[in-house]
C-alpha cells in the first residue's frame, strides 16, 4: 500500500464484515456487518460502553478484531499496522503533541511520509480550519475549541481515505460544540473525505451526519438518515435514545387493511400498517409510539373540534413547564400512566394548567408500532445521562 | 482585627509605633524566613568562595590572613589534586551515560509492562536509596574481592552505575508514567513506525524525566566518597583527595575548585531559566 496521497484525493469506503472485539470473557463488539459509503458524513451513536469506540479503534488499526475483517476502498487492511493505514484520527481530548508548536503538529504526518516541503500545506491548512496566527504557539496555550480545530487539521492535512473523530467535541461547552459541529460539516463538505464520527449526543449525530448507526450494547441498533431513524425507530431503545417517545401497551383488534386498530386500556387508536415494524396479528400485542411534538392537547370542553379521525387519550394536565420555544407538559392517561406532549408556544390557552382536564389528540400517521417484547424504558434514562 | 487596630490608633499614638512593626513584621515574615532558609544554604559556599582568595600561613586553609588570587592563577599547583578531578569527572561522565541509558530504559519497562519480575525489580531498584551507604560499599568490596577483579577504574565506575540507576529509573518512571498513551497512538495514526513514534515523541517528552536523573547521576558520581573509598584500590578520586589532604593540610586550590564547580552549577541554572522563559514567551 503506497502512503502518497494526491490532494485531490476524496474519501474512500469503508466495510466491516463479522468484525468483534472481546476481552477476556467481555464481549465489547459482536459481529458486526458495517459499510460506510465513500465521502458520507456517517456517525456511530451510543451511549458510553456500547462498542462505539473499539469498533473506530480497529477501523484506525489501534485494537486488533477478534474476528472479521476491516476494507479500506477495497483493500483488506485488517492485518496493516496504524502507520500502513490511510486513515487518520481526531482523538477525544485531541492527543497533541505537548512538545511540538502547532505547526509542527500540523507537519507531523507529512514529515513521517517523508515529504520536505511541508510550509505551503502546512499553511493551507491552518488557514482552513483559521489558526494561521498561532502557527508558533505550544498546543498548551491553546483553548480548548483551538485545540479541537488544530487536531482536525493534523489529520487532515494527510488527505486520508477516511477520518475518524472520537468524540471530537466531547470537552467543549454547549455554545462551541453547536459552532464546531457546523464548522466540521463545513470541512467534510469541502474537502469531500468520509467522515466516521463516535459520539453520545443524539443531536451531534442528527446535526452531522448523513447516516447514524445507533449502537446498544455491541450491536447497531439501527441505521439510517437521522430523519429515517427519528420517525420510524425499530427499537425502544432507538426510540427512546433518539429524542423522546411516547409508547403506548396496546393490543392489536383488527389487522389485515392498510391501517392497524389497536386498544389501549378503553381508547381506540389507529396505526399505519406500513410503520409497524412488529408482526401484529389481532389478539397479539404492540407498541404504539408518537413523539411529543406530534402531540396535540385540547381542553375537554372543546373536545368537538378536534379533527375527526385523530388518535385521542383523555388526561389531566400532571405538569407544565415553559421553556420559552414550547411548552412541555406531562400528562397523567388513566391506565397508561404519563405521557409528554410538547407545544410550540403560538396560541396559548390558559386553561392548559396542571389539574385540567384535557384531551391529547394526534394524526394516526404520525404513529409508529414496535415489539412489545421489548423493554419498554431500554435508552431511556441513559440519553439523560450523555446529555 | 481591623476595628480593634483603628480603635487603639486612634487612643494613643504611643502605641502605634510597636503596632506598626508588628504590622510590617506580619507581612513580611515569609519574606524573612525564606531568606533565612536560603543563607543558611548559601553560607558554606560562602566561605568556600571566599577563603579561596586566602593566604593561609600554615598548610590549614582555617584562619583569614590576606587577599590572594595565588591559588586562582595556578589551580594545579599542588601534586596530584587536577589529576584526581580529572579521573572524578571521567568516572561522573560515564556513570552518568551508563545509568541514564540503562535506567531509561529499565524505567520503561517497568512503566510500560506487566512481567513476573516487575515487583521484584521495583523493589531492587529501589534498594540503594535506602540502604546505608556503607553497607553498600563494603558488600561491594567484598563482592570484588571473592571474584578476584583489580580495584581501580573499572570498580569504581561499576559501583557508580549502580547506585545511580535508581534515581535514573525513579525520576524517568514518573515522567513516563504521567504520559498519555493516546500521543502514542497519535503518532502511529499520523504514520510513524514504532521507531519513530519512540524517537519524535516517546523521547522528546520523557527527556525533562531522563535530563534530571542524568544530572542527579553527575552530582552523586561527582561527590561520592564512601562507596567509591571501599572499591578504589590505589586510584584516588577528587573526594578522596580532599579527604586525604585534610589530614595534612589542606590547600587553598580545593577551594578554587569547589567554586568553581559551585559557579558552573549556577550558570548551568541560570541559563536553563532563561532559556525556559524565554521559549514559553515565543
Known amino acids: 500500500m503506497t502512503k502518497t496521497a494526491t490532494p485531490q484525493s476524496s474519501g474512500g469506503d469503508v466495510r466491516l464484515q463479522g468484525i468483534s472485539k472481546t476481552y477476556g470473557s467481555f464481549t465489547a463488539v459482536h459481529p458486526l456487518d458495517l459499510t460506510v459509503p465513500a465521502g458520507s458524513f456517517f456517525a456511530l451513536l451510543g451511549a458510553s460502553g456500547c462498542g462505539k469506540t473499539t469498533t473506530l479503534r480497529m477501523i484506525a488499526g489501534l485494537e486488533e478484531p477478534t474476528t472479521g475483517t476491516v476494507e479500506l476502498s477495497g483493500q483488506d487492511v485488517t492485518v496493516l499496522p496504524p502507520y500502513k493505514r490511510q486513515v487518520n484520527t481526531v482523538f477525544q481530548n485531541y492527543a497533541l503533541f505537548p512538545h511540538l508548536d502547532i505547526y509542527e503538529n500540523v507537519a507531523f504526518g507529512l514529515r513521517r511520509r517523508g515529504i520536505k516541503s511541508v510550509k505551503k500545506q502546512v499553511e493551507e491548512m491552518l488557514d482552513l480550519v483559521q489558526l494561521g496566527p498561532m502557527a508558533r504557539r505550544k498546543p498548551q496555550q491553546l483553548s480548548g475549541g483551538q485545540q479541537q480545530r488544530v487536531a482536525v487539521a493534523r489529520a487532515l492535512i494527510n488527505h486520508p481515505q477516511v477520518l475518524l473523530l472520537d468524540e471530537p467535541l466531547g470537552a ?142 383523555p388526561g389531566r394536565i400532571k405538569d407544565a413547564s415553559f421553556i420559552g420555544v414550547s411548552t412541555q407538559y406531562v400528562i397523567e392517561v388513566p391506565g397508561l400512566g404519563e405521557l409528554a406532549v410538547y407545544e410550540q408556544n403560538i396560541e396559548r390557552d390558559g386553561r392548559l394548567v396542571p389539574g385540567a382536564e384535557i384531551v391529547l389528540h394526534w394524526n394516526p400517521a404520525h404513529t409508529f408500532g414496535l415489539d412489545a417484547a421489548q423493554d419498554i424504558q431500554a435508552g431511556a434514562d441513559l440519553d439523560e445521562e450523555a446529555a | 482585627m481591623a476595628v480593634h487596630e483603628t480603635t487603639e490608633n486612634a487612643k494613643t499614638t504611643a502605641a502605634r509605633t510597636p503596632n506598626r512593626g508588628l504590622r510590617w513584621l506580619r507581612r513580611h ?132 552505575i549502580m547506585f545511580c540507576l535508581s534515581f535514573v529509573v525513579t525520576a524517568v518512571k514518573a515522567r513516563v508514567m504521567s504520559m498519555d498513551p493516546r500521543l502514542e497512538q497519535a503518532a502511529q495514526d499520523l504514520y510513524a513506525s514504532p521507531v519513530q513514534t519512540f524517537l519524535r515523541v516517546t523521547l522528546p517528552i520523557a527527556a525533562p524525566g531522563i ?11 561527582f561527590d561520592d566518597f564512601i562507596i567509591t573509598n571501599f572499591n578504589a584500590g590505589s586510584t584516588v578520586t577528587f573526594p578522596m583527595f580532599v579527604w586525604g589532604s585534610a589530614q595534612r593540610g589542606t590547600p587553598v586550590q580545593i577551594n578554587v575548585i569547589g567554586t568553581a564547580m559551585f559557579l558552573v552549577a549556577v550558570l548551568c541554572v541560570v541559563v536553563g531559566q532563561l532559556a525556559g522563559k524565554r521559549r514559553k514567551r515565543s
Open chain 2, 211 to 221: 535530563a534530571s536523573g542524568a544530572l542527579l547521576s553527575f552530582a552523586l558520581s
Open chain 1, 172 to 313: 467543549l461547552d454547549l455554545k462551541l460544540r453547536r459552532q464546531m459541529q457546523l464548522e466540521l460539516k463545513r470541512i467534510q463538505t469541502e474537502v469531500g473525505i468520509t467522515f466516521v464520527h463516535v459520539t453520545h449526543d443524539q443531536e451531534e449525530a442528527m446535526t452531522m451526519a448523513d447516516t447514524v448507526a445507533v449502537m446498544n450494547g455491541g450491536r447497531v441498533e439501527q441505521l439510517g438518515a437521522p430523519a429515517d431513524l427519528y420517525e420510524n425507530p425499530a427499537t425502544t431503545f432507538v426510540a427512546n435514545f433518539l429524542g423522546t417517545s411516547n409508547l403506548i401497551e396496546a393490543e392489536v383488534v383488527e389487522a389485515g387493511g392498510e391501517e392497524l386498530l389497536l386498544k389501549a386500556g378503553d381508547a381506540k387508536l389507529r396505526l399505519p400498517a406500513g410503520r409497524c415494524s412488529a408482526s401484529a396479528r389481532t389478539g397479539e400485542k404492540v407498541l404504539a409510539g408518537v413523539r411529543p411534538e406530534k402531540v396535540a392537547l385540547k381542553h375537554t370542553d372543546d373536545a368537538g373540534a378536534i379533527t375527526e379521525g385523530h388518535n385521542r387519550l
Open chain 2, 29 to 160: 515574615i515569609i519574606t524573612i524566613a525564606g531568606l533565612c532558609t536560603l543563607g543558611y544554604l548559601i553560607l558554606p559556599n560562602i566561605v568556600v568562595m571566599v577563603f579561596s582568595f586566602n593566604k593561609p600561613n600554615g598548610r590549614f586553609n582555617y584562619q583569614w590572613q590576606r587577599f590572594s588570587t595565588d591559588a586562582w592563577s595556578d589551580p594545579c599547583g599542588v601534586a596530584d589534586l587536577c589529576g584526581s578531578l580529572g579521573l572524578s569527572l571521567q568516572i561522573a561522565l560515564w556513570a552518568t551515560i551508563g545509568a541514564t541509558v540503562l535506567g531509561t530504559m529499565i524505567a520503561f519497562a517497568l512503566a510500560r509492562y506487566r512481567f513476573r519480575a516487575r515487583s521484584g525489580v521495583n523493589t531492587l531498584i529501589f534498594l540503594p536509596m535506602a540502604m546505608p551507604e556503607v553497607v553498600m560499599a563494603a558488600s561491594l568490596a567484598t563482592l570484588f574481592l571473592n571474584m578476584g577483579i583489580q580495584f581501580g577504574f573499572w570498580t569504581i565506575l561499576i559501583a557508580h
